[in-house]
């Protein structure tokens, strides 16, 4: 049975990270952060703006909207205030900083940020069986969301 | 945990400087678009609550304050009325539980105690007490399940029973008003209260949040349309118009941790007695307000 498990977690792994080409994706915990940003890209293939913002409003994925307010998405109701607005983020950061922020914003802001690490192993205790291992977002999703915030302009 | 870095970020050319600048932007940074709590007071039957108390020796709050000053105006006004509060259903039936006789002994809980609005008077403020017995603190549902094993003949309630929500319920109102005060000198109460210190600052899961990220550090902000509150005991079990239901403290518990992509803990664990021993320690001087009515 729990030979079962494992395989079937490991299935839903694979299927995650089918996004990117097989073999290619930097995996987590070898992304590599130098002041503050990750210059390349974690799987070599550009992010879809488009599909980033799907990632970004999806409650299962970014779910970004639950704590920062997002003027390109007003047909979203009740924007979370716990992060800063992104309205204009993308004039602010360039894209390897964004992609540092979304992939582990603690090596970006410190221990102490609220900001989970969408693509980082470094999580909390008793993580769910289900999750163990794996990341909240894949590698080409977070290409993805920083193609999107690197759109959302002055 | 303080405040977090996020708020007041330096722009892209004092990006180099963040890692140095961490703590000293923690400590300066107050968000702007912070929502106070509301200044109102919140009287139930011509009682008046304690809905804003001294902050107990620290805690990063000079006060601490009940969820009720967080939650809508329609779901202030419908704590407030007790007439209108779906959670007195709860405590009607509560009150026909305490009356019926149940189980072998043929005893029901008037049998020895009586009028509740007497014995039971202020007692639940002063959960959870320390077991000698069981050498653990226990909580209102515990203390019911003793009396069911010890006096009744009965098995415990299955946790998050309607009957153990109701009865739950109506002996937490008999304390509706009186200020939460823990008495942790009994016993080992200070060693769970340790332990629960610790557990509410543990962050958890995939997501890596412990109860402070929300609770303490964030307090005051909104996650959607969920204004942040303290996360206080004082109200439970809460009726929830999320869920339209009456919800224990320990459902609620189970369902913030679940939502941190974590294994939840049982119900009435060591894990979650001790932390609500420290939760409720956290709300001294806080009215008891059951059933309040919440989000």
Known sequence: MKFAKTIFAGAIFALQAAAAPAGEAVPPDQVKFEDFAVAESLTGVPGDPQAGAEVFRDRGLGNCLACHANSAMEEELFHGTVGPSLDGVGSRWEPAQLRAIVADAKKVFGEETVMPGFYSLNVGANVAKDRVGQTILTAQQVEDVVAYLATLKE | ?295
Not at chain 2, 249 to 263: F, K, M, P, V, Y
């Open chain 2, 1 to 295: 945990m303080r405040r977090g870095a996020w708020e007041g970020l330096p722009v892209r050319g004092k990006f180099a400087a963040i890692g140095a600048g961490v703590l000293v932007a923690s400590a300066l940074a107050f968000s702007a678009v912070q929502a106070e709590p509301v200044d109102e007071t919140l009287s139930i039957d011509g009682v008046e609550m304690t809905t804003r108390a001294k902050a107990q020796e620290g805690l990063p709050f000079d006060e601490v304050l009940s969820g009720w000053l967080f939650r809508e105006a329609e779901t202030r006004q419908l704590e407030a009325d007790s007439f209108e509060n779906p959670g007195m259903l709860y405590v009607e039936r509560g009150e026909e539980i305490w009356n019926t006789v149940e189980g072998p002994a043929g005893q029901s809980c008037a049998s020895c105690h009586g009028d509740a609005a007497e014995s039971m008077a202020g007692i639940a403020a002063h959960y959870p007490k320390w077991d000698a017995d069981s050498q653990r603190p226990i909580n209102i549902e515990l203390r019911i399940d003793k009396c069911r094993v010890e006096h009744m003949g009965l098995e415990p309630y299955k946790f998050d029973s309607d009957d153990q929500k109701a009865l739950t319920t109506y002996i937490k109102h008999q304390s509706l008003g009186e200020p939460v005060n823990l008495d942790l000198a009994e016993g080992d109460m200070q060693s769970w209260w340790e332990r629960g210190k610790e557990r509410y600052y543990l962050r958890t899961g995939q997501l890596n949040f412990a109860c402070a990220s929300c609770h303490e550090a964030n307090s005051g902000l909104y996650i959607r349309a969920d204004h942040l509150s303290q996360g206080q005991a004082n109200g439970f079990p809460t009726y929830r118009l999320k869920q339209a239901d009456m919800v224990s403290l320990h459902n609620r518990l189970r369902g913030c941790i679940r939502d941190t992509r974590a294994e939840t803990p049982a119900a009435f664990s060591d894990e979650l007695m001790a932390l609500e021993v420290y939760l409720t320690w956290r709300g001294t001087g806080l009215s008891v307000e059951t059933p309040a009515v919440r989000q």
